[in-house]
């Protein structure tokens, strides 16, 4: 779910035995969407509160009670091996708890204890739940560490998990500056720095991505590629970092 605040003072709870959200709006309003509500997303206003389960979405006023649907929950070992069971509801597990003492070391600068601390947490459980910010912090911590093959793990996670969103762009862009910077995989490169500029044409890093692959392409041999790219360089960001390389590659 996401909830976009209009200016407003209100509440908003989650319980996850239930899969069930709760906005209570006290002064003026909040826009709700995803889960099952509609695609606009629903307005909820003053003394309104917003109730949304897997199979039912109402906005109450101040006063009424929500009743949840009449469905017997279906236990884990219960429950049909393959399909879920018709008019029934599956029960849900609340997130499970991480170690996040990597965190601290990481904003704190310690980052090959931070990585050392993150794999004594779980690795596989930190890659399968951390947000998108999270794995792009703990791909940092790796890179400045030096284990640059963690760093690419955790940044194709982030990217297969979060593609269409804004981490998992930033995760294209930061796997083509690990593969050209570190890696020196400049094939690889060139291609996520030109996979992030086609899903990000109006970042403040397209140029930096534009500037990448062109400086990739060369490192290749690709010449009239490089020369191609510099052209494009030059034309969109005369004034830009770049812009003395781009003019010797366009000679």
Same mark, same amino acid.
């Given at each position: 779910y996401?909830?976009?605040?209009?200016?407003?003072?209100?509440?908003?709870?989650?319980?996850p035995?239930a899969?069930q959200l709760?906005v209570r709006?006290?002064?003026?309003?909040v826009?709700?969407?995803?889960g099952?509500?509609?695609?606009?997303?629903?307005?909820?206003g003053?003394?309104q509160?917003?109730?949304?389960t897997?199979?039912?979405?109402?906005?109450?006023q101040?006063?009424?009670?929500?009743?949840p649907?009449r469905q017997p929950?279906?236990?884990q070992?219960?429950?049909?091996?393959?399909?879920a069971?018709?008019?029934?509801?599956k029960?849900y597990k609340s997130?499970?708890?991480l170690?996040m003492?990597?965190k +601290?070391?990481a904003?704190s $600068?310690r980052? /090959?204890?931070?990585?050392?601390?993150?794999r004594k %947490?779980g690795?596989? !459980?930190l890659?399968?739940?951390l947000?998108?910010?999270?794995l792009l912090?703990l791909a940092?911590?790796?890179?400045?560490a030096r284990?640059f093959?963690?760093?690419?793990?955790v940044l194709?996670t982030a990217?297969?998990r979060f +593609?269409r969103?804004?981490? $998992?762009?930033? /995760?294209a862009?930061?796997?083509?500056r690990?593969? %050209?910077d570190?890696? !020196?995989?400049?094939?690889?490169a060139?291609?996520?720095f030109r996979r992030?500029?086609r899903e990000?044409?109006?970042?403040?890093?397209a140029?930096?991505?534009l500037a990448?692959?062109?400086?990739a392409r060369?490192?290749?041999?690709?010449?009239a590629?490089?020369?191609r790219? /510099?052209?494009e360089?030059?034309a969109?960001?005369?004034?830009?970092a770049?812009?003395?390389?781009?003019?010797?590659?366009?000679?």
């Amino acid at each position: 779910y996401r909830t976009i605040v209009v200016g407003t003072q209100f509440s908003i709870a989650w319980k996850p035995e239930a899969a069930q959200l709760e906005v209570r709006v006290n002064k003026g309003l909040v826009r709700v969407g995803g889960g099952p509500i509609q695609a606009q997303g629903l307005t909820v206003g003053e003394g309104q509160q917003l109730v949304a389960t897997d199979n039912e979405v109402k906005v109450l006023q101040r006063g009424e009670a929500f009743e949840p649907p009449r469905q017997p929950v279906v236990s884990q070992r219960d429950a049909a091996p393959s399909d879920a069971v018709p008019g029934r509801v599956k029960t849900y597990k609340s997130p499970p708890r991480l170690d996040m003492r990597w965190k +601290r070391l990481a904003r704190s $600068g310690r980052h /090959a204890e931070a990585l050392e601390a993150g794999r004594k %947490a779980g690795w596989r !459980r930190l890659l399968k739940n951390l947000g998108a910010a999270d794995l792009l912090l703990l791909a940092d911590s790796a890179r400045f560490a030096r284990d640059f093959g963690a760093a690419r793990t955790v940044l194709l996670t982030a990217r297969s998990r979060f +593609r269409r969103q804004h981490g $998992g762009r930033i /995760a294209a862009y930061r796997l083509g500056r690990l593969s %050209a910077d570190q890696i !020196r995989n400049y094939r690889e490169a060139a291609t996520w720095f030109r996979r992030f500029r086609r899903e990000s044409p109006r970042s403040a890093l397209a140029g930096d991505a534009l500037a990448g692959e062109m400086l990739a392409r060369k490192r290749l041999g690709e010449m009239a590629e490089a020369k191609r790219l /510099a052209a494009e360089y030059l034309a969109r960001h005369p004034g830009g970092a770049f812009a003395a390389t781009a003019r010797q590659l366009s000679r």
